[in-house]
T-cell receptor, first 112, second 119 residues
Framework: SQQGEEDPQALSIQEGENATMNCSYK?????LQWYRQNSGRGLVHLIL?????REKHSGRLRVTLDTSKKSSSLLITASRAADTASYFC????????????FGTGTRLQVTL | GAVVSQHPSWVICKSGTSVKIECRSL??????MFWYRQFPKQSLMLMAT?????????EQGVEKDKFLINHASLTLSTLTVTSAHPEDSSFYIC???????????????FGEGSRLTVL
C-alpha cells in the first residue's frame, strides 16, 4: 500500500515550544487520523478529521486538512516532555471500507 | 476508550518453531482486526485484515502460509508465525475496529504490540 509521507522525520524542541508535523498523502480520503506511539508500545488515537473539515482542535492539538493539496498538519502547542513519542498520520481511503494506511511518522523529542 | 489486549508482549524462540500471538478486544466486539508489522524506527506495515468467521485478506507480499491468521470470535484474533526464522524478528501490532455503523468513522484501537525475537 502507498504510505503517506511525513516531515520532518525527526523533530527536537524544548518544553513549552510548539511542534508542527506535516503529512502528505496520495489518494482520495474519507478521513485522516493522527496517532501517537511511545517507544515499544502500541498506538493511541489522538484526533480524526473528516474530508469535509478543514481544521479541528482537541486540547493542545490542532489539526488542519487541505484536500486540494492532499496534506495535513498536526500542531502540538506548549509541548511537554511527556509528548516525546512518534506521531503517525493515517488515511482511510474513500474506496476502501476499512483499511487505514499509515504515514512514515515523525519522531518528536521534547527536552526540558 | 476501548481496550485491546495483545500477548505475549515479547517472545524469544528458536529458529524453526511456531509462535502464536493473541489479540483480544476486551469491552467491544470487533468484526475486523488488523495485523501490522513494524521495523525499528519505521512505520506500520499492514500485513492482513482479519474478519470474524471468514478468511483473512493478506496484503501483497505477505505469505499466507507463513503468517496464519484466525479470527474465530468477535473478540479474538490470532497470528501464528510458522517455522519462524531470524528475519521474522519484528514488532507485531494488532488493532481492532468495532462494527461499522452509519456515521462511524472507524477509529482503530491498538494492542500494546508483541516483540518477536527468533534466534
Amino acid at each position: 500500500s502507498q504510505q503517506g509521507e511525513e516531515d520532518p522525520q525527526a523533530l527536537s524542541i524544548q518544553e513549552g515550544e510548539n511542534a508542527t508535523m506535516n503529512c502528505s498523502y496520495k489518494t482520495s480520503i474519507n478521513n485522516l487520523q493522527w496517532y501517537r506511539q511511545n517507544s515499544g508500545r502500541g498506538l493511541v488515537h489522538l484526533i480524526l478529521i473528516r474530508s469535509n473539515e478543514r481544521e479541528k482542535h482537541s486540547g493542545r492539538l490542532r489539526v488542519t486538512l487541505d484536500t486540494s493539496k492532499k496534506s495535513s498538519s498536526l500542531l502540538i502547542t506548549a509541548s511537554r516532555a511527556a509528548d516525546t513519542a512518534s506521531y503517525f498520520c493515517a488515511t482511510r481511503d474513500t474506496g476502501t471500507a476499512s483499511k487505514l494506511t499509515f504515514g512514515t511518522g515523525t519522531r518528536l523529542q521534547v527536552t526540558l | 476508550g476501548a481496550v485491546v489486549s495483545q500477548h505475549p508482549s515479547w517472545v524469544i524462540c528458536k529458529s524453526g518453531t511456531s509462535v502464536k500471538i493473541e489479540c483480544r478486544s476486551l469491552d467491544f466486539q470487533a468484526t475486523t482486526m488488523f495485523w501490522y508489522r513494524q521495523f525499528p524506527k519505521q512505520s506500520l506495515m499492514l500485513m492482513a485484515t482479519s474478519n470474524e468467521g471468514s478468511k483473512a485478506t493478506y496484503e501483497q507480499g505477505v505469505e499466507k502460509d507463513k503468517f496464519l491468521i484466525n479470527h474465530a470470535s468477535l473478540t479474538l484474533s490470532t497470528l501464528t508465525v510458522t517455522s519462524a526464522h531470524p528475519e521474522d524478528s519484528s514488532f507485531y501490532i494488532c488493532s481492532a475496529q468495532p462494527g461499522l455503523a452509519v456515521g462511524d468513522t472507524g477509529e482503530l484501537f491498538f494492542g500494546e504490540g508483541s516483540r518477536l525475537t527468533v534466534l
